[in-house]
């Protein structure tokens, strides 16, 4: 990822925190979550904290260049009652612009213990390749 892609990352999610920060959801609120973003020359991985959330409650969209994840939190049942808590039960939206070195239709992810992970496949022309001088 070159620094400009970095700069545009960072302003696109600074866009989608200014945007989506604490808007109402049919869920009730929906918060930003915390994302890793890991690279390598084949792949960039998205790692998102996605507490409480089932691999059932999540939704990932690409349309247009832009990768949505939504998730949803299960309501805990009638008969809980919290004795402490530090967050309000919610769902989880956030948003990523995708550059041209994404293979879109290669994009795969998968959910284990709260922690959901993005591979996003980069795209032949995007990897490093060695060019031999003959």
């Given at each position: 990822?070159?620094?400009?892609?970095?700069?545009?990352?960072?302003?696109?999610?600074?866009?989608?925190?200014?945007?989506?920060?604490?808007?109402?959801?049919?869920?009730?609120?929906?918060?930003?979550p915390?994302?890793?973003?890991?690279?390598?020359?084949?792949?960039i991985?998205?790692?998102?904290?996605?507490?409480?959330?089932?691999?059932?409650?999540?939704?990932?969209?690409?349309?247009?260049?832009?990768?949505?994840?939504?998730?949803?939190?299960?309501?805990?049942?009638?008969?809980?009652?919290?004795?402490?808590?530090?967050?309000?039960?919610?769902?989880?939206?956030?948003?990523?612009?995708?550059?041209?070195?994404?293979?879109?239709?290669?994009?795969?992810?998968?959910?284990?213990?709260?922690?959901?992970?993005?591979?996003?496949?980069?795209?032949?022309a995007?990897?490093?390749?060695?060019?031999?001088?003959?």
């Open positions: 990822m070159t620094e400009q892609e970095r700069k545009d990352m960072d302003v696109a999610q600074k866009k989608t925190i200014e945007k989506h920060a604490g808007e109402p959801t049919r869920e009730g609120v929906s918060y930003i915390d994302v890793d973003i890991l690279e390598d020359e084949h792949t991985t998205l790692r998102a904290d996605l507490p409480g959330v089932k691999k059932d409650g999540v939704s990932i969209d690409v349309h247009e260049g832009m990768l949505t994840l939504t998730a949803t939190v299960d309501n805990p049942p009638n008969n809980w009652r919290p004795v402490y808590r530090e967050y309000e039960i919610g769902g989880f939206t956030r948003r990523f612009t995708l550059g041209e070195q994404v293979d879109q239709n290669k994009i795969s992810a998968k959910m284990e213990n709260g922690v959901l992970t993005v591979e996003l496949p980069k795209a032949e995007a990897k490093p390749r060695k060019i031999n001088v003959g």
